[in-house]
Structures are given as C-alpha cells and as structure tokens.
C-alpha cells in the first residue's frame, strides 16, 4: 500500500518475517545487496550503523548506469525505527536532502514495514521515488 500526500510519500508492506530479521536486512550490507534498488538493478551497499554514520547505495542498471544515494544515518532504534537523509549524487538526480524513516512493526510471525519519505521538492521527484521504493519493497518481500 501506498500513500501521497503534498512532499511526501508512505508504504508500507507486510513482510513474513520478525522485525529483528527485516531490520537486519535493511542495515547489513551484504542484505541490502539483494534488494535496495530497483528491479534489475544490482546495488553494493556500504554502511557504518550509527547516529551520524553514513551509508551508500551504488545502484547499477542493465546498461551500466550508476546511480548513488547516500546519507546520514539520524535515529537508529534497533529493531523498531530506522531514520537517515537520501541524496543522490548524481547531478542530474539531484533533488535536495530528503529524510526516510523506516518502522518495523511486530505482527506476530510478520513484520509490518511502513516507510515514510519526505521533504521532496514537487510531486514529480516524490512519484519518481514512490516507483523506486515499491519496486524496492517487492524485492524485500522475494527474501521471505
């Protein structure tokens, strides 16, 4: 399911698995490297997992075509809440400093995650990263 409104967008999605193991996935590198990027796309995540560290996203496409998010991490609250800024490297991607908090909420057996992407410029950049994240979710979801 997803939601817009004005700058910002909210999914959220039911994976079947404990909050702790989607947190892991969404934190641990080698994790985020089947499926924090788009459908046929590969992506290499760095990560330093603290308040203020960083982490990368090098997302390639089919062609080659590299795209980089990085960002800061902001509230690290394992394995409930995840908050960090995404900003594209690229200039021709560029839409400003924007903030993702991700909650991971208990649902027995499940998890439901639910993101929340927000100060986005105009609703072009804000659809653009809606198709992104699903696509995202959908290969989260693939894991379990």
Not at 6 to 14: D, M, V
Request: proline share 4%; hydrophobic share 35%; with cysteine.
């Amino acid at each position: 399911m997803s939601t817009e409104t004005g700058t910002s967008l909210r999914i959220s999605r039911i994976i079947k698995a404990a909050p702790e193991t989607v947190f892991l996935a969404w934190t641990e590198p080698d994790q985020m490297g089947q499926w924090s990027a788009p459908e046929g796309m590969s992506v290499v995540a760095e990560v330093d997992l603290e308040v203020g560290g960083g982490y990368r996203l090098r997302m390639t496409s089919p062609e080659g075509q590299e795209y980089n998010a990085v960002g800061t991490y902001r509230e690290i609250d394992r394995p409930k809440r995840l908050v960090y800024t995404w900003a594209w490297e690229e200039k021709e991607n560029d839409v400003g400093e924007t903030v993702v908090t991700v909650e991971f909420n208990a649902m027995g057996d499940s998890t439901e995650v639910v993101v929340t992407h927000e100060l986005f410029p105009d609703a072009k950049a804000r659809d653009d990263h809606e198709q992104g994240w699903t696509s995202c979710i959908n290969r989260l979801e693939k894991l379990f």
